[in-house]
């Protein structure tokens, strides 16, 4: 059993960056690949940026590719998304997710944690 719980989400400006932390516990974290997720009102979960167990292998949705980096640290049993440059489009709910591959869509991941709002004001 893994809990996730992400943390860093807040009111910022455009063009602002933002670090989100997604905390782990319970069975240790190298052993998953993780994702981070954002839900707007009225929208589906919609992919963001995904990471392999060792860190080796990162993809994007072409949205956030060149803005927003994944990373992780297993030591500390915690992922991590960097966004930069942020736009109003961007304000939602972000989610980190843990799975067996790096996958695109919600279906791989069995644990999610519970959230985080970013909210980008103009």
């Known amino acids: 059993q893994v809990q996730l719980a992400e943390s860093g989400g807040e009111l910022v400006q455009v063009g602002a960056s933002l670090r989100l932390s997604c905390g782990a516990s319970?069975?240790?974290?190298?052993?998953?690949?993780m994702g981070w997720f954002r839900q707007a009102p009225g929208k589906e979960r919609e992919f963001l940026a995904t990471?392999?167990?060792?860190?080796?292998?990162?993809y994007y949705s072409d949205s956030v590719k060149g803005r927003f980096y994944i990373s992780r640290d297993n030591t500390y049993g915690t992922a991590y998304l960097q966004m930069n440059s942020l736009r109003p489009e961007d304000t939602a709910v972000y989610y980190c997710?843990?799975?067996?591959?790096?996958?695109?869509?919600?279906?791989?991941?069995?644990?999610w944690g519970q959230g985080t709002r970013v909210t980008i004001s103009a």
């Open positions: 997710a843990a799975g067996p591959v790096t996958g695109r869509t919600t279906s791989v991941y069995q644990y």
């Open positions: 319970g069975r240790t974290l190298n052993a998953y690949a």
């Open positions: 990471i392999s167990p060792s860190g080796e292998n990162r």
